[in-house]
């Protein structure tokens, strides 16, 4: 996972390789979307148990190849490097850092539309609505939920079981990417995609937020946050690494908040904190490339003890 981690880092996923020959996530996309028009459809009795199916599908359609992978490495440090190059595209570090940098910019230099525009690539939320502090908080939001989803869980799976497990978490995650949301297309049939996520990151989450907090200024103010204001999230999760985040900076995320279709009125993570604006977005990279550093040490460590 230290292999997987910093060839990310170092490189990302290229364009070129990506345009060649596309991402296992796009490759895992195209199954699921296959799936969703194929069985999503009947009673939602129907639909609920095709749900079912679907996300065993793909979860297997993942973690079957890398478990005969994994077979054919050899041991030792050939198989450690080799199998931290197949688990490199699953880790999401690079483009995750490089993504919410994008919005820093445009957003210190009061170009607002194009913050917005920036933005919108990495949430849900309706980007014409967003004022600075509005963009802010989606980016840093962005930032603290998927290192957990993007980096630490897929880590944490990948140490515990190799290959197939980071590369099932990939599939578990991209599923509840595409269908796990409370809509009324996916309320059934992906209900168990929702819920085999929720339970797969419920470690690598709190994991997340604590490492979050140990790479802050002031870790006990994180810690206090993240303990208060994390239950208030509507995720079982994502209130962990954000309100460790929102602690660590002192500012104020999540709130009520505008999708597509409807108004979110979401609780306060550190409520009466300051909004944050593109400093802060700059402060949150700083904080998240000292977490992924702290993970590293405690890989290394737990790879001396073994």
């Given amino acids: 996972m230290i292999v997987g981690l910093g060839v990310d880092a170092a490189l990302g996923w290229p364009d070129g390789l990506f345009a060649r020959i596309g991402h296992p996530v796009t490759w895992l996309g195209r199954l699921i979307g296959a799936l969703d028009r194929r069985w999503n459809r009947g009673a939602p009795w129907r639909r609920r148990l095709a749900g079912i199916a679907a996300a065993l599908t793909v979860i297997a359609a993942a973690a079957l190849p890398a478990v005969a992978l994994d077979r054919l490495l050899p041991g030792g440090w050939p198989g450690a490097v080799l199998t931290g190059l197949l688990a490199w595209p699953l880790i999401a570090l690079r483009s995750l850092r490089d993504h919410v940098a994008a919005v820093a910019g445009p957003l210190a230099a009061g170009d607002l539309p194009e913050a917005r525009r920036r933005v919108a690539l990495i949430v849900g939320r309706d980007p014409a609505k967003l004022d600075l502090a509005g963009v802010a908080r989606a980016a840093i939001e962005s930032l603290a939920e998927n290192a957990s989803d993007g980096v630490v869980a897929p880590v944490f799976w990948g140490a515990l079981f190799g290959l197939p497990g980071i590369a099932g978490y990939k599939a578990i995650n991209t599923l509840d990417s595409m269908i796990g949301h409370r809509t009324p297309r ?42 208060r204001d994390a239950g208030r999230h509507r995720s079982p999760n994502a209130g962990w690494p954000e309100a460790a985040m929102a602690g660590a900076l002192g500012i104020r995320l999540s709130g009520p908040r505008i999708y597509a279709d409807r108004r979110a009125e979401e609780p306060w993570l550190n ?31 737990l790879a001396i003890l073994a």
């Fill in 271 to 301: 409520e009466g904190a300051r909004d944050p604006g593109a400093a802060e977005i700059v402060a949150a990279l700083r904080l998240a490339r000292r977490a992924a550093l702290l993970l590293v040490l405690g890989l290394a460590g």
């Fill in 186 to 227: 996916h309320e059934t049939f992906g209900w168990a995609s929702a819920r085999i996520d929720d339970l797969a990151n419920l470690a690598p989450a709190r994991l997340t937020g604590l490492l979050v907090a140990l790479a802050a200024p002031r870790p006990g103010r994180s810690l206090a946050v993240m303990w």
